[in-house]
Nanobody
């Protein structure tokens, strides 16, 4: 199983980016999917999560600016980020709880995609 994230880049303050993360491999089903981020010198923190039934949770710092969504048929999770600020600068990691038929759900992580907000 692999998670492939894409969509990061450099954007000016106030700008927008859309991150995507596609899961591939021997997947029976995916429970929760989400995005986390890690800024330089800081611990990794939750940004947003979404369950298969689309129950959503956001970090307070991104509420009203970021929108998480998913396509269950494509095993893909998205993060639309609007009104970006320099404080949003971080490496963004996608995460998914995946059942491969082993009897348990396993947490998988994507490789990370850099988001830089700077003028």
């Amino acid at each position: 199983v692999q998670l492939q994230a894409s969509g990061g880049g450099l954007v000016q303050p106030g700008g927008s980016l859309r991150l995507s993360c596609a899961a591939s491999g021997s997947i029976f089903t995916i429970n929760a999917m989400g995005w986390y981020r890690q800024a330089p010198g800081k611990q990794r923190e939750l940004v947003a999560t979404i369950t298969r039934s689309r129950r959503i949770n956001y970090a307070d710092s991104v509420k009203g600016r970021f929108t998480i969504s998913r396509d269950n048929a494509e095993n893909t999770v998205y993060l639309q980020m609007n009104s970006l600020t320099p404080e949003d600068r971080a490496i963004y990691y996608c995460n998914a709880e995946i059942y491969t038929g082993s009897g348990v759900f396993i947490n998988y992580w994507g490789q990370g995609t850099q988001v830089t907000v700077s003028s």
